[in-house]
Nanobody, 124 residues
Framework: QVQLVESGGGLVQAGGSLRLSCAASGRASSANFMGWFRQAPGKEREFVAAISWTTGSTYYADSVKGRFTISREFAKGTVYLQMNSLKPEDTAVYYC?????????????????WGQGTQVTVSS
């Protein structure tokens, strides 16, 4: 059974930091890529960051480069998203996702398994 469980969301003031965690179990732990996406009310789900589970290569959306850092702890099957210098426009539900296909793509439709999401709210 595939399971992705996110944690670490919350309310923070602009300029603050949060760290999200995604614990992967079952088939999710054998994915090629693990990613973070977000969806704000009335908007489409968008790519935030991803990491190759095996090589550690990282990918970022332009809007978060220099502020967010994705990392993995292989032994624990956990992926993290460190978010610094948060802005009100970062407010969204953040989802963890697993991609089993080998080719890289940031399109949400290419990711196979999804967590339930965790709310991040940044106040101005």
């Amino acid at each position: 059974q595939v399971q992705l469980v996110e944690s670490g969301g919350g309310l923070v003031q602009a300029g603050g930091s949060l760290r999200l965690s995604c614990a992967a179990s079952g088939r999710a732990s054998s994915a090629n890529f693990m990613g973070w996406f977000r969806q704000a009310p009335g908007k489409e789900r968008e790519f935030v960051a991803a990491i190759s589970w095996t090589t550690g290569s990282t990918y970022y959306a332009d809007s978060v480069k220099g502020r967010f850092t994705i990392s993995r702890e292989f032994a624990k099957g956990t992926v993290y998203l460190q978010m610094n210098s948060l802005k009100p426009e970062d407010t969204a539900v953040y989802y963890c996702a697993a991609k089993y296909g080998r080719g890289w793509s940031q399109r949400p439709s290419t990711f196979d398994s999804w967590g339930q999401g965790t709310q991040v709210t940044v106040s101005s």
